[in-house]
């Protein structure tokens, strides 16, 4: 074992899944400021189930498109990063969705081409920027990934964690609950992370899928708020 690329590795990783990274998720919530206004979530039960789905639609959708990126990026096949990135975009049904995906992939392009030498991320952030790919968050997650040399399983238990402390921020600021239960809903996330990672690893990229009604509807609610605290 290469203790020194171990470590490093693990410290990009910890860096690519910090809530601090300024990539701009402070300000969504994944449709759950309308779930909470419509009162469909609630308490530590429904706010668990309700991240429950939007993982799985993490693991389904994006978990899939990421590993893909990362592979067309180690085989050096930079149009096939470009083709995944359309191809993530155009099932993003909300355009809440799209935004959020856009935003803060741009971001973390922009951030990983300014603060590292590799020439793939620099050239797809120059790309984005032009408008020639357009920066779905998964696409871009994968190959920051890829050119830290994180490994596959490791950027999805990343982007798992991304999308469930999103969430519970999200969820800090807009219900009654405290800092121990979404500590708890956390940890309980956790232990499903072995089987959302099968069901995303067996999924090619013409199988994956994302089936999310619920979070469909309330995004597409929180569209037309008049009130609201954040952007999705």
């Keep these: 074992m290469n203790t020194d690329n171990t470590l490093r590795r693990l410290l990009r990783l910890l860096q690519l899944s910090d809530s601090a990274l300024p990539i701009g998720g402070f300000s969504f919530s994944n449709s759950l400021e309308s779930a909470i206004d419509a009162g469909a979530v609630g308490d530590e039960r429904s706010l668990e189930e309700y991240i429950g789905v939007a993982i799985e639609q993490t693991a389904s959708l994006d978990g899939v498109v990421a590993r893909e990126a990362m592979r067309a990026y180690h085989s050096g096949d930079y149009g096939k990063i470009v083709d995944l990135d359309h191809f993530l975009l155009a099932r993003k049904i909300n355009a809440e969705q799209r935004t959020m995906s856009l935003r803060m992939g741009r971001k973390l392009c922009e951030l990983a081409a300014t603060i590292t030498a590799d020439s793939i991320t620099s050239r797809l952030s120059a790309e984005i920027a032009s408008s ?11 190959v920051v990934a890829a050119s830290a040399e994180i490994e596959e399983r490791e950027l999805f238990v990343s982007m798992i964690y991304g999308t469930a402390s999103m969430m519970l ?8 609950i405290t800092h121990i239960q979404t500590q708890r809903i956390l940890y309980r996330i956790g232990l499903r992370i072995d089987t959302l990672y099968g069901v995303s690893e067996r999924l090619t990229q013409e199988e ?18 008049a009130k609201r605290l954040f952007m999705n």
């Design 132 to 142: 020639r790919s357009p920066g779905t968050l998964a696409v871009v997650q994968g």
């Design 208 to 225: 994956c899928y994302t089936f999310s009604p619920q979070i469909d509807l309330h995004t597409a609610q929180h569209e037309k708020s």
């Design 169 to 176: 921020s999200a969820a800090l600021r807009t219900m009654r």
